[in-house]
């Protein structure tokens, strides 16, 4: 068992910045891919980003990539979204997951149903 909290989220305005972090616990002997998705209110969840557990593959979503950096310490069982110019329509609770698998393709890091391991969530609001 993998347990994942985030942190890091909170109030901003347009044009900010936040650096969201994930820290795992429990089993984390394990190698996990981690990845970040968020949910908008009253959209479905979305695909943000992955990265495999030996920092050589990211995947983003094409309408992120670019501006969202995905990164993690693998000393620290901790991965980070860093968000450079926020804007308001990436207000989202934002979550965290792990899996074992490994990717090759941003079509399989994409689909949620591939993570395990989920968090509950850390609430960005960027306001206009």
């Known amino acids: 068992q993998v347990h994942l909290v985030e942190s890091g989220g909170g109030l901003v305005k347009t044009g900010g910045s936040l650096r969201l972090a994930c820290a795992a616990s429990g089993r984390t002997d394990s190698s996990y891919t981690m990845a970040w998705f968020r949910q908008a209110p009253g959209k479905e969840r979305e695909f943000v980003a992955t990265?495999?557990?030996?920092?050589?593959?990211?995947y983003y979503a094409d309408s992120l990539k670019g501006r969202f950096t995905i990164s993690r310490d693998n000393a620290k069982n901790t991965v980070y979204l860093q968000m450079p110019s926020l804007k308001p329509e990436d207000t989202a609770v934002y979550y965290c997951?792990?899996?074992?698998?490994?990717?090759?393709?941003?079509?399989?890091?994409?689909?949620?149903?591939?993570?395990?391991?989920w968090g509950q969530g850390t609430q960005v609001t960027v306001s206009s």
């Open positions: 990265i495999n557990w030996n920092n050589e593959r990211t």
């Open positions: 997951a792990a899996t074992s698998d490994y990717f090759h393709t941003t079509f399989y890091a994409s689909r949620a149903t591939r993570y395990t391991y």
